[in-house]
């Protein structure tokens, strides 16, 4: 039994961000996690909502995958999150990601959301990106 699209995809797109060093630098470690942790170091990566559509054509069963990854950082303003997330944009942007069970056809970042709350100390960007995967 394959994987689901969504646990292929996720598990795709932290290989890559993962095996960048510059980016693990960035973030003091491998801290790209699959939700969001309980008092973890800042910055870091976690996957957030995803949401997923049949794509499927007469020739084939495929899904829409909208998939979002949330940049948190602790830092003065949101630059840190924001060069973060410009990061890991250019390292997912149409990616050759192998996925298990499933073909790639095509990876996007979509949508940039940047927030401070005026309460919180973090800075939060999520990037949304569009995956078209075929069986």
């Known amino acids: 039994m394959s994987l689901s699209p969504v646990v292929s995809l996720r598990k795709a797109m932290r290989?890559?961000?993962?095996a960048?060093?510059?980016l693990v630098s960035a973030l003091g470690g491998p801290k790209v996690h699959d939700v969001a942790p309980r008092d973890a170091q800042a910055p870091w990566i976690a996957f957030a909502d995803t949401k997923l559509?049949?794509?499927?054509?007469?020739s084939g069963r495929g899904?829409?995958?909208l998939a979002d990854l949330v940049v948190v950082?602790?830092?003065p303003g949101q630059r840190e999150a924001l060069e973060?997330?410009?990061?890991?944009?250019r390292l997912l942007d149409d990616a050759p990601l192998a996925l298990a069970g499933w073909r790639l056809?095509?990876?996007a970042c979509v949508a940039t959301d940047a927030r401070r709350?005026?309460?919180d100390r973090f800075a939060r960007v999520t990037l949304r990106f569009r995956a078209l995967i075929e069986a």
Do not use: G, H, M, N
């Not at 559509?53 to 007469?58: P, Y």
């Open 15 to 18: 290989e890559r961000l993962l």
């Open 20 to 22: 960048d060093t510059t």
């Open 53 to 58: 559509r049949d794509w499927s054509t007469v």
């Open 63 to 65: 899904v829409e995958c």
């Open 73 to 75: 950082s602790d830092q």
């Open 84 to 89: 973060l997330a410009e990061q890991v944009s």
């Open 105 to 107: 056809v095509r990876l």
């Open 117 to 119: 709350a005026e309460k």
